[in-house]
């Protein structure tokens, strides 16, 4: 297990990478999502890779970090829970977990005092049913069926992210305000007076017995609008110009 910005959270195993810019996009995904530190089983082209480092540009202390094994046993000695990600069937029994499932499981574990470990396969064909059989769960990622294959730091982005959700309270939906606020009701209440005036001056309501049913539908409209008060400010000055332009000769 190893601490990152959030806490404890489960260690990272890229097993056999064969690429060092896989590794590297690997560090940034796993630096994205508050996981600090990897482990490295026996990478194909040797450690330290100038390719890797180069990859992982801002992220740089999750490879300063790594832990580098000669076996996927060694990397897992301190695990008490581990996951291993594939996308194919095994042939073997275990429970299959989404990501989301998987880092939900992950977190109650961590929070016992367990430690955790998550397994990724090289890029050419992914773990070998040999690694799978260590783990005590798979992570599957519900992907087209037609083309199952994710790349490495894909793959380590998914369950990054799905870790930190179930870690960091997130706000769903936020209203980014650009120096300004929402408009009280009054300041839409008297928008409405000078739509209205302008309205009945220029023969907008019309005919006579429409009129009252009309003015509601305009007060309902303006009702439904989240208006800021620059978007107030900006509509009161498009109705001065515009009678301003009315009352000019031709």
């Known amino acids: 297990m190893v601490e990152s910005w959030s806490g404890p959270a489960p260690a990272v195993v890229l097993v056999r990478p064969q690429m060092g810019e896989n590794i590297g996009a690997a560090a940034r995904a796993m630096w994205n999502f508050g996981l600090d530190r990897m482990r490295i089983v026996d990478p194909r082209d040797g450690w330290p890779n100038s390719r890797a480092v180069a990859m992982a540009s801002g992220a740089g202390r999750v490879l300063d970090n790594a832990g580098i094994f000669p076996t ?6 301190d695990c008490t829970y581990v996951f291993a990600t594939t996308a194919r069937g095994r042939g073997l029994t275990k ?11 992950a977190r109650a574990l961590i929070a016992q005092g367990q430690k955790v470990g998550i397994l990724f396969g090289p890029e050419r064909a992914g773990l070998e049913n040999e690694d799978v059989a260590r783990a005590n769960a798979i992570i599957s990622v519900p992907v087209n069926p037609e083309f199952p294959s994710l790349n490495l730091a894909q793959c380590v982005l998914l369950v990054g992210y799905e870790w930190r959700r179930q870690t960091v309270a997130a706000v769903p939906e936020v209203m980014e305000m650009a120096k300004t606020e929402f408009a009280e009701a009054i300041e839409v209440e008297k928008l409405g007076d000078h739509f209205e005036a302008q309205l009945e001056e220029a ?13 509601i539908n305009l007060r309902n409209m303006w009702s439904r609008m989240p208006l800021t008060r620059a978007d107030v400010q900006t509509l009161h000055g498009i109705l001065r110009q515009m009678v301003r332009r009315r009352g000019r000769p031709d």
């Open 95 to 105: 429970p299959v977990m989404t990501p989301e499932r998987a880092m939900e499981h």
């Open 203 to 215: 023969g907008f309501f019309f005919p006579d017995h429409k009129a009252a049913g009309m003015k």
């Open 72 to 77: 996927v046993p060694e990397a897992l000695a």
